[in-house]
């Protein structure tokens, strides 16, 4: 009886918000439509559909994502890599702490792309500039809520653990992680937001031929506003289906089922 | 199991504010297989008397000797229960809890899977197995922690008022089962309690402590006969002694 008020709240909220983007699409054509801009400027729904389905139907859309897919996740994986154990180890070990703290604190506030034409001085045009960036960007959201997750692993599990017989190394894979889980998740979601946004920014202009970001810049050179449209559209298309789908079961199958986390009411 | 010896344990508080004496020259003896119960009022040191005897305060003097050992830090040789639920680590269930101690000691997933059911048969919780904490009730996370901190077979069963955050009702329950399981196993319990009637419950001896500094005032023995019946006359004459040395007014009902 319970799947079925679940069901059909779920149900409920897809129909909440199939209005909502209905009423925004309609705003959107109403405007398109009324000739305060030009078209050109500013397609019509329709016109972006036609242009997206034909980009997805000749495969370039598909390459364009794969791209972008590709350096995201590369430097979101790589940002996991050192954010991760990075803040773990600041928040058990005082000098590491101690020493990473201010670093931390001095770079976390230099926005990515402040680093695009620097970097890629450095490392040219292409994949590197664009995966470091996006390391860059991601890096600090994991570290942080890691560090704030493990100092906010309760005393008790680790009493227990240690009367137990937990040594430093299990006590960190059995009771840190788990027990950060719910700021590490929160890290990821942050991280991948964050690497998402700065891939975008970054492939604009550290790139050349593929990427979603590559596609909008180019896309203004011959003012073809619903070839950006339609990247936009799968910009956030992408984004949301990580978000939901990814980020959104990954709690689901772990801090909302262990009750580390609760699902809002009503 | 074991005996435990406990000779002239001090400790001190470093506060802000200077020194603070947490327990002075505590001296106790304890027998393998007995049940004592540390009563006192709040402060008098009795949480760090058994937080010392855990090994994770170390005592400023003196010493703690677990079967003719010196205690130096915790370790395997006892099991520990606090009072709060929240001990339980919220990503394992009950099995995974109560097996927990086991892995760390390095036995096969099998043997271990059969030995947390055994413990949580122990506490009446084998239809629980495979819940996590959460979806169980306050007594039923106790039981758990029970079984989980006598899974790995340790001699000795440290406990800080691990029924002090239940309902009364679920507390009587608690105390029964406890009684059970400390009969069946014949751990050295050690039990810190401030509820006087769960200490003649449960101890053959009660050991009364008193606040600023932490000192043993008086080691009562409880010889009634088990199982003890909490409404006959002479649980109540033990309960008027205990808190007559706690200075109670014993004219006045205690509930």
């Known amino acids: 009886m319970s799947a079925l008020t679940e069901r059909g709240k779920s149900k409920r909220s897809l129909v909440r918000a199939i209005i909502t983007l209905t009423a925004a699409a309609a705003f959107y054509e109403g405007i398109s439509y009324s000739g305060l801009f030009p078209q050109v400027l500013l397609p019509t729904i329709q016109t972006i559909a036609v242009t997206l389905y034909s980009m997805l139907a000749d495969g370039s859309m598909f390459e364009h994502a794969a791209y972008t897919l590709y350096r995201v996740l590369f430097g979101f994986s790589l940002a996991i890599i050192v954010g991760l154990p990075l803040g773990i180890l600041m928040a058990r070990f005082k000098h590491v702490e101690n020493f990473f703290l201010p670093l931390v604190s001095a770079l976390m506030p230099i926005p990515s792309f402040a680093l695009v034409p620097l970097f890629m001085l450095w490392f040219g045009i292409g994949n590197l500039t664009t995966i470091l960036i996006v390391l860059y960007a991601a890096t600090f959201p994991m570290l942080f809520n890691t560090w704030s997750g493990v100092r906010a692993v309760n005393p008790l599990w680790l009493r227990a653990a240690g009367a137990m017989g937990a040594d430093e190394q299990r006590l960190f894979w059995k009771v840190i992680i788990p027990g950060a889980a719910p700021f590490i998740i929160t890290g990821m979601r942050q991280a991948f937001l964050r690497a998402w946004i700065a891939v975008v920014g970054a492939e604009m202009i550290a790139a050349s031929d593929w990427g979603l970001g590559w596609v909008i810049f180019d896309s203004k050179e011959f003012l073809q506003t619903d070839v950006m449209m339609a990247s936009i559209v799968v910009i956030g298309f992408i984004g949301f289906v990580f978000e939901r789908l990814v980020f959104g079961s990954l709690e689901r199958f772990t801090v909302l089922r262990w009750g580390m986390v609760r699902a809002a009411k009503g | ?255």
């Open chain 2, 1 to 255: 199991m074991v005996p435990i010896e406990i000779r002239d344990v001090t400790l001190v508080y470093d506060t802000p504010g200077g020194k603070v004496p947490g327990v002075k020259e505590i001296k106790l003896d304890i027998g393998a297989s007995e049940f004592v119960c540390i009563v006192g009022p709040s402060g008098c040191g009795k949480s760090t008397l058994l937080n010392i005897i855990a090994g994770f305060l170390a005592p400023a003097s003196g010493q703690i000797l677990i079967d003719g050992k010196t205690v130096s830090g915790h370790g395997t040789d006892r099991g520990i229960v606090f009072q709060d639920f929240a001990q339980l680590f919220p990503w394992r269930t009950a099995l995974g809890n109560v097996e927990f101690g086991l892995e760390m000691k390095g036995i096969a997933k099998q043997e271990r899977e059969a030995i947390a059911r055994e413990q949580l048969r122990l506490v009446k919780l084998e239809k629980f197995v495979s819940s996590y904490p959460h979806h169980l009730s306050g007594g039923m996370q106790q039981r758990v922690a029970i079984a989980r901190a006598l899974a790995y077979n340790p001699s000795v069963l440290l406990m800080d008022e691990p029924f002090a955050a239940l309902d009364a009702m679920t507390r009587d329950d608690m105390q029964r089962l406890l009684a059970d399981v400390w009969r069946e196993t014949r751990k050295t319990v050690i039990y810190v309690t401030h509820n006087v009637a769960e200490a003649v419950y449960l101890a053959d001896r009660v050991v009364v402590m008193t606040p600023h500094p932490g000192r043993v005032k008086t080691v009562v023995p409880i010889g009634l006969p088990r199982p003890r019946e909490p409404l006959s006359v002479e649980f109540l004459d033990c309960q008027k002694e205990l808190l007559r040395h706690l200075g109670h007014d014993t004219t006045e009902t205690e509930n």
